[in-house]
């Protein structure tokens, strides 16, 4: 009985998978960059979107939605402090849900 610690070699050529690269949503000046948070909003809404598409072109229907609560306790800040020291200039924070609220439209509107 013969063994052998060493690795079997492979007679396939290996070829590298190329991964995209992760996108960020802030400028190369640390900035936030609306333009690019409701590109990504559209896309993500869009392949969803296509998904149930194609989930009800495959068998004929799409599954029933459940209207009760995902989450039975508030998300509430019970000690009344900011996580991490991120405090939200609330008009930013409008802009952003107003950008948000007007990219869904545009996708239902398609």
Do not use: Y
Not at 76 to 101: C, F, K, M, R, Y
């Amino acid at each position: 009985m013969l063994a052998s610690a060493s690795a079997l070699q492979s007679q396939q050529a290996r070829v590298p998978i190329v991964l995209p690269k992760h996108s960020t949503l802030s400028k190369s000046d640390g900035t936030f960059d609306l333009d690019k948070a409701i590109a990504q909003t559209v896309a993500t809404q869009n392949k969803h979107r296509q998904n149930l598409i194609n989930l009800q072109n495959n068998t004929g229907s799409l599954p029933q939605a459940s209207l009760d609560k995902r989450q039975a306790e508030a998300l509430t800040d019970e000690e009344d402090d900011e996580e991490n020291g991120i405090h939200w200039d609330p008009q930013i924070l409008h802009a952003v849900q107003l950008s948000l609220l007007w990219a869904s439209f545009l996708v239902a509107w398609r």
